[in-house]
């Protein structure tokens, strides 16, 4: 109601108390009016929030406070009008130019009205996280296909209010990060994979590359946001890791750097099935090949250190042959009994001695190896051969 109609209405009930009255009551029902439509941001993750009018209108001529980092948009019945940066405006049918013509406002028509009004936030949201909850699969020219995992944090921003409101927001009265930030993590890990193959960098090389990747990764996500008025002005890798069998693979390579080639990595695999095989404590054969792996590893490590280890290619070295005869095969050991005692083991040289002295006669017993008793001397042929070969004692003189 204008201030005409209040005059006219206070005349018609005549004044005094009646006068009184009748301004309090004019006075209650502009209390009803919206003089200053504001929001003052007390939460860190609401992105666009409703003015909550309820069943005031606002008036004409209300103060509208946009404060930095902030955009104003009025909505009627459902349709997108006017949209205010940072700063302080008088609401007038002047700075209304598409709510003044959508409400059919003639010749500055000077009355309250009814309109939604959305605050955009505008400032950077820092404090979202994202990762793959499957494994993005890959192929490295060194590692062949291998499964990565990747999470960090990104920075989302609104840079088209009205975009955001047609395309996401809707009529809800408070749109939340919550909201928005399951989708930006779905069409992250959907250009994450796309992003790490065709950065062309061996997977060692990840960790150098993660900012570059990142930096990418913004520039992507940002020109796909576009249409729903969103920009995702930094984008953080923070980890990016590999299966734990990958990582054992690379832990080994890491120690069989530390103590030389070991004959490349394909036989300090080897090494290391052999060496699993000898930990079984109910198998002797398992104890035989790790002990017999560690002297041989000890024996490779020690050359590695010392620099005298061959190249894999390089033949070994074959002594040359000896120029001595061979050893002699051996011969049977024989043990006499002289006077009760077993004297011996004799082979057949010592045997001749014991005849020359005349402790070995042929009714001494003798015995070896593979006999079953005692025998006589003279009974078996190669020591009979021994015995008259010794010559006769002399005749007396």
Request: charged residues 20%; glycine residues 10%.
């Amino acid at each position: 109601m204008g201030a005409c109609y209040r005059r006219r209405y206070a005349d018609d009930l005549g004044s005094g108390a009646e006068k009184g009255e009748a301004m309090g009551l004019m006075d209650k029902l502009r209390g009803e009016f919206v003089d200053i439509v504001e929001w003052l941001d007390d939460s860190r993750d609401t992105i666009v929030w409703r003015f909550p009018r309820y069943q005031n209108e606002i008036k004409m001529g209300a103060q509208l406070v946009v404060r930095e980092s902030q955009t104003a948009v009025f909505v009627n019945e459902g349709q997108i009008a006017d949209a205010f940066p940072p700063g302080t405006y008088s609401l007038e049918t002047r700075n209304l130019p598409i709510l003044s013509t959508l409400k059919g406002w003639k010749h500055g028509f000077n009355s309250p009205f009814k309109a939604e009004v959305y605050f955009v936030n505008t400032r950077q949201f820092t404090e979202m996280k994202w990762g793959t909850q499957n494994p993005v699969i890959l192929r490295d020219a060194e590692f062949g296909v291998v499964r990565l995992r990747a999470f960090g944090a990104y920075s989302a921003r609104v840079v088209d209010a009205q975009r955001l409101l047609r395309e996401l927001v809707g009529t809800d009265p408070q749109f939340r990060t919550e909201e928005v930030q399951e989708y930006l993590r779905q069409l992250i890990v959907g250009r994450l994979g796309n992003a790490l193959a065709t950065a062309g960098v061996p997977l060692l090389d990840l960790a150098a590359h993660q900012d570059a990747i990142g930096r990418r990764l913004a520039g992507v996500l940002t020109e796909e946001l576009a249409d729903v008025g969103i920009a995702v002005p930094k984008f953080v890798i923070e980890n990016i890791s590999v299966p734990p069998e990958v990582e054992r693979a690379l832990d080994k390579r890491t120690s069989m750097g530390a103590v030389g080639d070991l004959e490349r990595f394909t036989r300090f695999q080897a090494a290391t099935a052999l060496e699993e095989a000898a930990k079984n404590p109910g198998g002797e054969a398992g104890a035989g090949v790790g002990l017999g792996m560690g002297m041989a590893m000890g024996q490779q490590m020690a050359r590695t250190m010392s620099g005298e280890a061959a190249t894999p290619s390089a033949p070994v070295p074959v002594p040359p042959a000896a120029a001595e005869p061979p050893p002699l095969p051996n011969q049977a050991q024989w043990f006499i009994g002289v006077d009760g005692q077993r004297q011996g083991p004799f082979d057949l040289g010592g045997l001749a001695e014991r005849a020359g002295a005349g402790t070995l006669g042929p009714e001494t017993l003798v015995w070896r190896a593979g006999m079953a008793q005692w025998q006589p001397a003279g009974q078996l042929p190669e020591i009979a051969s021994v015995l008259a070969s010794v010559p006769p004692p002399l005749p007396p003189q």
